[in-house]
């Protein structure tokens, strides 16, 4: 579960939060711009995305972190769409609301997705494009 279905559950409940809240990320950038600044980096370079991440219930979260070309497969309404795979071996590390992975070799457009988990089957994702030149 998401962040928007403990807002559903909040209306539908009486204004009363789930009894355990997803958690949420905030200010993601990537080599500190944002996803709008049209971000274009250097093949197989090391690249740093920040973010702040928070859980209202205090729950020890866990950071995954993916890399993927730019989607192609473009439907209407809901239609299916075929995911990109992830690219295996970019990530490096990750401290402190820092995620440093390797920009992938080939030119392109590519996204990079942070996905936070609590542990209780809650979790929240953010994703930024970039083009590697």
């Known amino acids: 579960q998401t962040e928007p279905i403990d807002v559903m559950h909040y209306f539908w409940n009486d204004k009363q939060w789930p009894a355990n809240r997803a958690p ?3 200010d993601v950038l990537l080599e500190g711009k944002r996803a709008a600044q049209n971000i ?10 920040s973010y702040k991440s928070t859980d209202a219930d205090g729950d ?13 497969d473009r ?16 990530f490096v590390s990750e401290v402190s609301g820092k ?24 979790a929240a ?9």
């Open 24 to 26: 949420q990320i905030a």
């Open 40 to 49: 274009h980096v250097n093949a197989d370079k090391e690249l740093t995305i």
């Open 60 to 72: 020890p979260l866990n950071i995954r972190v993916e890399v993927m070309k730019e989607a192609t």
């Open 75 to 90: 439907q209407d309404g809901g239609d299916k769409e075929y995911r990109p795979t992830p690219i295996d071996g970019l």
């Open 99 to 122: 995620v440093v992975f390797k920009s992938p070799t080939e030119s392109g457009a590519y996204r990079a997705f942070v996905y936070v988990l609590d542990g209780n089957n809650h």
């Open 125 to 133: 994702t953010a994703n930024i494009p970039f083009y590697v030149d």
